[in-house]
T-cell receptor
Framework: GEDVEQSLFLSVREGDSSVINCTYTDSSSTYLYWYKQEPGAGLQLLTYIFSNMDMKQDQRLTVLLNKKDKHLSLRIADTQTGDSAIYFCAERPGGYQKVTFGTGTKLQVIP | DAGITQSPRHKVTETGTPVTLRCHQTENHRYMYWYRQDPGHGLRLIHYSYGVKDTDKGEVSDGYSVSRSKTEDFLLTLESATSSQTSVYFC?????????FGPGTRLTVL
């Protein structure tokens, strides 16, 4: 079955780049997602990538995928205090509806 | 927000009582999901639906049932609530490989 792992906590200074890492286990074609959750709120989809891609960039967000190591990262450039939240990595094998989530990485941005 | 609402947003109940949570969507999405979120576990899928009257189990379905009698509503029922079902429950829909979440329901079982 699928397993998605993330580190629990990351602290960065405002203006620096943040890199949040995730590893996954599914070896078939898969979609990989990044979600953001602010306190008391639901999950907000930030971006996603299909496993035949290496990179995807969207404004301050860059997703990098290392298929060999099954490693996914989310880079946030010029991190702001509003980026403080929990970030979830998730995986969904192509053709299936079930999404497996990591436990989330809490990003703390220090002013 | 993909037009997803959940009700109630907060509920406190006692062990052994039945509880029903409602998810409502306004955009005719075929797929709907119920997750629970607990510290240290991320989100775990309880049940999902791929159409009216079509549902399937997720990884933590024991103690939960669902119903979908019309496209816009997906109900999650705890037949006899237990303290281990204290959690935050999220409904979601999927569209074009993207999944969108409702605001959540915080359920406390005393």
């Amino acid at each position: 079955g699928e397993d998605v792992e993330q580190s629990l906590f990351l602290s960065v200074r405002e203006g620096d780049s943040s890199v949040i890492n995730c590893t996954y286990t599914d070896s078939s074609s898969t979609y990989l997602y990044w979600y953001k959750q602010e306190p008391g709120a639901g999950l907000q989809l930030l971006t996603y990538i299909f496993s035949n891609m290496d990179m995807k960039q969207d404004q301050r967000l860059t997703v990098l995928l290392n298929k060999k190591d099954k490693h996914l990262s989310l880079r946030i450039a010029d991190t702001q205090t509003g980026d403080s939240a929990i970030y979830f990595c998730a995986e969904r094998p192509g053709g299936y509806q079930k999404v497996t989530f990591g436990t989330g990485t809490k990003l703390q941005v220090i002013p | 927000d993909a037009g997803i609402t959940q009700s109630p947003r907060h509920k406190v109940t006692e062990t052994g009582t039945p509880v029903t949570l409602r998810c409502h969507q306004t955009e005719n999405h075929r797929y709907m999901y119920w997750y629970r979120q607990d510290p240290g576990h991320g989100l775990r899928l309880i049940h999902y639906s791929y159409g009216v009257k079509d549902t399937d189990k997720g990884e933590v379905s024991d103690g939960y049932s669902v119903s979908r009698s019309k496209t816009e509503d997906f109900l999650l029922t705890l037949e006899s609530a237990t303290s281990s079902q204290t959690s935050v429950y999220f409904c979601a829909i999927s569209e074009n490989n993207e999944q969108f979440f409702g605001p959540g329901t915080r359920l406390t079982v005393l």
